[in-house]
C-alpha cells in the first residue's frame, strides 16, 4: 500500500502565528486533501487540489488557509494567523484518480497545538 | 451532509461480532469505511460503490444498499485488533472528491 509522509509530526505555535504543515505525495497521485480532526471529534474535509489548483473546499477552509505545491512536489496548508481553535491533527490524503475505487490514503497526520 | 452512522459505541467480547450502520440522506456514489486507532490516521478499510463493486481487505465484508443510501460493516469473530473508531465516509460522485465522515462509531473489544 502506499504511503504518504507528512512534515511535522508536532507543531506547537502561539496564536496570530503563521504555520505550514506539509505533505510528500505519492508520485503517481493526481488528487490531494487536506482534513482535520478536531481531539475526539470526527475528521472534517478542509480542501481538495487537483492541477495545481483547489477543486472543492469546505466552509472551514476561509481566508485564513491556504494550499500550494510551491516546487511541484510537495503540497502544502498554510494558516496565516493562528487561533486557539485550528488546534488539531491535519491529515493529508490522496488519491490516483485514475481509477474509479477513489480510496483515500492518508497521511501520518500533524498534530497542531496553538497556545 | 453528514452521513449518519450508529451505534456510536459498541462494546464487545472477543470472538462476538458487530454491525455498524452509515445512512445519508443524499444520493451516493460510493462508500468508503476507515478505522482509526487513538493517536493514529484512519486507515483504509473498505470502499462499496453504487452498482455492486467493491474493494477491501479480505476480512472485512460490507454491503451497499443504494435505493435506501445506507451502508453496513460486519464484523465477525472480532479480535482485539479491532477495537478503534470506524468511520464511513461518503461521496456522491465519480474519482476526486472529498469525502464527508460521519461522526464514527467507537468499537472497544476485550478478551
Known amino acids: 500500500e502506499p504511503e504518504v509522509t507528512q512534515t511535522p509530526s508536532h507543531q506547537v505555535t502561539q496564536m496570530g502565528q503563521e504555520v505550514i504543515l506539509r505533505c510528500v505525495p505519492i508520485?503517481?497521485?493526481?488528487?490531494f486533501y487536506w482534513y482535520r480532526q478536531i481531539l475526539g471529534q470526527k475528521v472534517e474535509f478542509l480542501v481538495s487540489?487537483?492541477?495545481?489548483?483547489?477543486?472543492?473546499k469546505s466552509e472551514i477552509f476561509d481566508d485564513q488557509f491556504s494550499v500550494e505545491r510551491p516546487d511541484g512536489s510537495n503540497f502544502t496548508l498554510k494558516i496565516r494567523s493562528t487561533k486557539l481553535e485550528d488546534s488539531a491533527m491535519y491529515f493529508c490524503?490522496?488519491?490516483?484518480?485514475?481509477?474509479?475505487?477513489?480510496?483515500?490514503?492518508f497521511g501520518p497526520g500533524t498534530r497542531l497545538t496553538v497556545l | 451532509q453528514q452521513p449518519v452512522q450508529s451505534p456510536q459505541a459498541v462494546i464487545l467480547r472477543e470472538g462476538e461480532d458487530a454491525v455498524i450502520n452509515c445512512s445519508s440522506s443524499k444520493a451516493l456514489y460510493s462508500v468508503h469505511w476507515y478505522r482509526q486507532k487513538h493517536g493514529e490516521a484512519p486507515v483504509f478499510l473498505m470502499i462499496l460503490l453504487k452498482g455492486g463493486e467493491q474493494k477491501g481487505h479480505e476480512k472485512i465484508s460490507a454491503s451497499f444498499n443504494e435505493k435506501k443510501q445506507q451502508s453496513s460493516l460486519y464484523l465477525t469473530a472480532s479480535q482485539l485488533s479491532y477495537s478503534g473508531t470506524y468511520f464511513c465516509?461518503?461521496?456522491?460522485?465519480?474519482?476526486?472528491?472529498?469525502?464527508?465522515f460521519g461522526k464514527g462509531t467507537t468499537l472497544s473489544v476485550s478478551s
Open positions: 508520485s503517481n497521485h493526481l488528487y
Open positions: 487540489f487537483y492541477n495545481n489548483e483547489i477543486s472543492e
Open positions: 465516509g461518503t461521496d456522491r460522485v465519480q474519482a476526486g472528491t472529498a469525502l464527508i
Open positions: 490524503a490522496q488519491t490516483s484518480g485514475k481509477s474509479s475505487y477513489n480510496e483515500q490514503f
